[in-house]
């Protein structure tokens, strides 16, 4: 199976049960903050306003007001007014806000149904990714739905306001992120795809990454993600000012309905109600499965999140296989080679357009060289025998590349994804025998503290270095007071003012969440909120038995199942398969070859197993209605699943 990185899909179901924020306690901008936010104007091309006029253009639509609620329990879906209400275009950026970062806020916050081109019409703000409708002969196809179908629905009712009603006859996914493919219930129903209505167009590869990615992982790389995108801030300058990519992500109903139409080759063309695609395949990028589509008749290049506003992630903050820079940068060059002198309007599923050929070349030729960049030179400074730590601090941008907003570190950063190139290659260690069998954090914190003179020495120091505005050595110094003894108050919440500082430096969005998430738990502790589970029903409901018992596997007690050996055969009529569980060596095993010696033979149908993982109805509940059958041990059956655990979500990270 392969799981190159946390779809997105496990962080939303998350976030509807955390919203709205929570109080943070937040303290000002010290001197040092705003001296360092101030020096920012003075690095950037800030009296560059093209990507203002290229936001703003083409606005057709858009409400006063803009907040999507679930129409049955009332529940907010997306706020924007709680950005909007400090985020404004005449408000310079506030002392604990990084004035770079606090631009891309501004950017985010235009909101509405935009004309891309006659024909090409998005609907911007309404959710983390773009939706963009193109007028074909009868009707509209979506590139992309959002998020959870709650925002798409409200994006298609704002383009019905001003087209008037029109079917949507296509619905194509660029990448299997659920920021792209959520919201599809909201827009057609499944029945309409089953039966060839309406067409759903996705890269090959598209299903088998949507369901699976995360799903083994997804516990911790979700608990991770309310760090990084600041599920918990305070919509405030003190607090979430975006996500880099978009200002976050929608709480609401995750969807997903299967593609019948499969696009495997660049070059591949198709009709969809009169107009016609090319497309080109760019696995390994942004995603395992993408693709980029270029509209003849337009003149128009759709990048899907190839190339965006911001630098993107080599490797995400919240935890993922890392991505291929290389490869990356030579998609683009050959989205430049294959289409690059008919394109007239560049757009994607984030961010906005640009319009002018040579604007546009410049653009990927930029974002190219941008991703190799971070590539070669991070190789070229691993092969001179730097470890990731010190090629982070040593790799610089070129000037014509520093400067170049569209590559700026909104959501990626040059720090991490130079360090995720090293660790694509090189792996977690470093080459020096100290790192090879290091102490874990708990036990080392302490002989540190022991060594550093005690706790009461070490904060004695540190505030001093506090006030001289150390707050990177602080971060990691602090941490060992912390972890030796996490009952020390005032080490947590000296902690916790260097993290925000940190934050509110911060040029990238999942930066500066990372470090005001971390000083909220340092002050308040874990949140206390109920967690529905981190896969969706829809996610559940595509699993194949395959996948589910992976996902078994890692959630094995391997302690409890110490010397016990089970074979059980799960016979699915509803899908024609068989499947045989064995445990041994505290190992869960399965294969689709049915052994005929088994403690016993369960019969039920994959719907069935569905209700029990969505917790909708237990194994005794559907023994006792008949739909799951047992010849052999019954027993078998309560031990082996008796051993699966379910992960605890709110496990500590700036604690031990």
């Known amino acids: ?100 970062l606090w631009r891309n806020a501004q950017l985010n916050v235009q909101y509405g149904l935009f004309e891309v081109k006659p024909g090409i019409y998005q609907v911007r703000g309404y959710d983390l990714a773009n939706i963009t409708f193109i007028r074909g002969k009868t009707g509209w196809i979506i590139f992309d739905v959002g998020s959870v179908s709650e925002t798409a629905k409200a994006a298609y009712d704002l383009v019905t306001e001003k087209f008037g009603k029109l079917p949507i006859v296509a619905v194509m996914y660029s990448h299997p992120h659920v920021d792209h493919y959520g919201g599809v219930k909201g827009v057609i129903n499944e029945a309409d795809v089953k039966s060839g209505k309406v067409k759903v167009i996705a890269p090959d590869g598209f299903m088998e990454h949507a369901i699976s990615e995360g799903v083994i992982s997804g516990n911790a790389m979700s608990r991770r993600a309310v760090y990084m995108y600041g599920a918990l801030l305070p919509r405030s300058a003190e607090g979430s000012v975006g996500a880099g990519l978009g200002l976050t992500n929608p709480g609401g109903t995750t969807t997903i309905i299967e593609p019948n139409i499969l696009i495997k080759k660049t070059g591949e063309k198709l009709n969809v109600d009169g107009v016609e695609m090319v497309f080109q395949m760019t696995p390994g990028t942004e995603a395992p499965a993408e693709m980029n589509v270029y509209l003849p008749a337009f003149k128009a290049m759709w990048m899907a999140e190839n190339t965006t506003a911001t630098m993107h992630n080599i490797l995400t903050l919240r935890g993922a296989q890392v991505r291929d820079a290389l490869s990356w940068s030579k998609y683009i060059n050959e989205t430049r080679e294959l289409y690059g002198k008919d394109i007239d309007v560049k757009f994607q599923s984030h961010h906005w357009p640009m319009w002018g050929n040579k604007n546009i070349d410049d653009y990927l030729e930029k974002q190219r060289d941008l991703y190799k960049y971070i590539h070669d030179q991070s190789v070229y400074l691993m092969n001179e025998g730097y470890t990731g730590e010190e090629i982070a601090e040593k790799i610089k941008l070129p000037s014509s590349l520093e400067n170049f907003w569209e590559g700026r570190g909104y959501y990626g950063t040059l720090k991490h994804n130079s360090r995720a190139v090293y660790q694509r290659y090189m792996g977690w260690y470093d080459g020096n025998p100290s790192d090879l069998d290091v102490l874990p954090p708990e036990d080392a914190a302490k002989k540190y503290v022991e060594y550093m003179g005690g706790e009461q020495q070490v904060m004695n120091r540190a505030k001093n270095d506090f006030a001289k505005g150390e707050y990177r050595w602080l971060a990691m ?180």
């Open 477 to 656: 110094v602090l941490k060992h007071v912390v972890f030796a003894n996490p009952n020390n108050t005032e080490a947590k919440n000296l902690l916790a003012d260097t993290y925000e500082q940190l934050g509110y430096q911060a040029e990238s969005g999942p930066w500066r969440s990372v470090y005001l998430q971390g000083a909220y738990e340092l002050r308040n502790g874990i949140p206390n909120r109920e967690i529905s589970g981190t896969v969706s029903p829809d996610t559940i409901q595509g699993m194949q038995p395959d996948l589910l018992f992976d996902y078994w596997g890692v959630r094995l007690n391997a302690e409890k199942a110490q010397g016990k050996r089970l074979a059980v055969n799960f016979d699915f009529p509803d899908l024609k398969k068989n499947y045989t569980v064995t445990l041994s060596n505290s190992v869960l095993n399965y294969s689709t070859v049915p052994e005929k010696k088994v403690d016993a033979t369960v019969t039920l149908n994959k719907t069935t197993l569905n209700a029990i993982q969505l917790k909708q109805a237990t194994w005794q509940d559907k023994i006792k209605s008949g739909e799951i059958k047992i010849n052999g041990n019954q027993q078998a059956l309560v031990d082996l699943v008796g051993l699966i655990d379910d992960y605890p979500f709110w496990f500590n990270i700036v604690t031990p």
């Open 1 to 100: 199976m392969n799981q190159s990185h946390l779809n997105k899909k496990l962080i939303f179901t998350v976030l509807a049960t955390t919203m709205l924020c929570t109080h943070l306690h937040a303290k000002p901008a010290t001197s040092i903050t705003q001296q360092a936010n101030n020096s920012v104007y003075n690095t950037l091309p800030f009296s560059d306003k093209k990507d203002f006029e290229d936001a703003q253009r083409g606005l057709l639509l858009k409400p006063e007001h803009l907040t999507i609620k679930d129409e049955k329990t009332g529940k907010v879906i997306w706020d924007l007014e709680s950005f909007k209400q400090y985020i404004k275009l005449e408000n310079p950026a506030p002392p604990s806000v990084n004035p770079s």
